[in-house]
């Protein structure tokens, strides 16, 4: 069998890791987005990682060929668009922060402080921030001039990032005194944690909300109920024992699925 990694960044630990146990039987391949076109030879399935607008390319490429792709094109790019993203959830039922497209930063009148602003589109490094005061949203914006961006309420919550990451309907779980609600600025070290039955029920119902295997749901605490205020289509999964061996199921799962 052969399995596709779109990514680029082979190496990246959960990816190695995967790569390693599935390739004690079986064929791996990686697919650089930059390179690819997704010409030659199908594998008999491909874990889209990257989530580049010509890794998504690739991916769609992939998929109209007849190839099965972990997660969707179509999947990975609505997780990218946060106002698309938190419409969804909430139609679904889920309990989504509510998130408002602002357009610029420049552009945002009369905020109640304090607020979350993000840009509306999810990257690496993209902009994620608190915001007390109009010194701080100035701040913000001269250093972010053209960013597309988002707002939701803060949630001030008991201090603590809830991360639940799910693989195939296997949830690992860390958290994390979040950078938003510290006085510092910065965020506390990753720690093990074994999520309450309701928030791992709360994660599970995401992945079938938004059509994914492979996915990451940021919680916290809210006054009433847990806040879902970010979903990740196939996130780092770091430090996570038993992750690897879940993704590499998965792919073999999905390789020989109905039809194949």
Known sequence: MRVGLITADPGHPVLAATAELLARRHTVESLDPATADGSGPLAD??????????????????????????????????CQDRVRMADLARAAGLPFAATGAVGRLAELDHPAYPFVVKSRHSRRHDLVARVDDADRLRELAARWPDETVVTQPFVDGTGWDQKLWVIDGQVFAARRRSELASATGKSGPVESWQPPADRAALALRVGEVFGLDVY?????????????????????????????EALAGLALRVAVGPGR
Do not use: C, M, W
């Open 216 to 244: 990451g749901v940021d919680l916290l605490d809210g006054a009433a109920e847990p806040v879902i205020v970010d979903v990740n289509a196939f996130p780092g999964i770091r430090g996570q024992h038993g992750a690897p």
């Open 45 to 78: 399935v491909y874990l889209l990682k990257a989530r580049t607008p010509r890794a998504l390319a690739l991916a769609r490429t992939l998929e109209e060929r007849g190839a099965p792709v972990v997660n969707s094109a179509a999947a990975t790019e609505l």
